[in-house]
């Protein structure tokens, strides 16, 4: 016959499982949000794979990439002109490329202030996007 410790954590899982209640089991097997994107380079269609970072590294980032003096003045936070290559070396992974290598792209004449804002948006909303709320109850 089954101890009443058992009964009880058995009641309890079933209970959960019923109910929909997130468990430390369910929250500590999150996956990292991904997202394949496709773009239009050079009139072909190309994909870039993103992968999320954790909170604690994209602040890591942030404070690796303090504003300048100028930056600062205008009131930013971080120095987007650092930042957004190394973010992009760390979320985009497929293609993989260095901070250098994102770097020469965000610098290059041939990129547009919009078409890199478009790749660093994505990788700033995958990072900072919050869990799909469902409808609420009152428990």
Do not use: H
Request: hydrophobic share 40%.
């Amino acid at each position: 016959m089954p101890s009443d410790t058992v009964k009880a954590v058995e009641s309890q899982q079933a209970q959960s499982k019923a109910s929909k209640r997130a468990t430390l089991d369910l929250l500590r097997s999150k996956k990292k949000r991904t997202r394949e994107v496709p773009f239009v380079l050079n009139d072909e269609e190309v994909t870039f794979a993103f992968a999320s970072i954790s909170a604690k590294r994209y602040d890591k980032l942030l404070t690796e990439n303090p504003p300048n003096t100028e930056q600062r003045a205008a009131g930013a936070a971080y120095n987007m002109n650092t930042f957004a290559p190394a973010l992009l070396a760390e979320v985009v992974s497929d293609p993989e490329l260095t901070k250098a290598q994102w770097s020469e792209i965000w610098e290059s004449p041939d990129w547009n202030r919009g078409e890199l804002m478009t790749l660093f948006s994505e990788a700033v909303e995958l990072c900072n996007t919050g869990l799909q709320l469902g409808p609420t109850a009152t428990v």
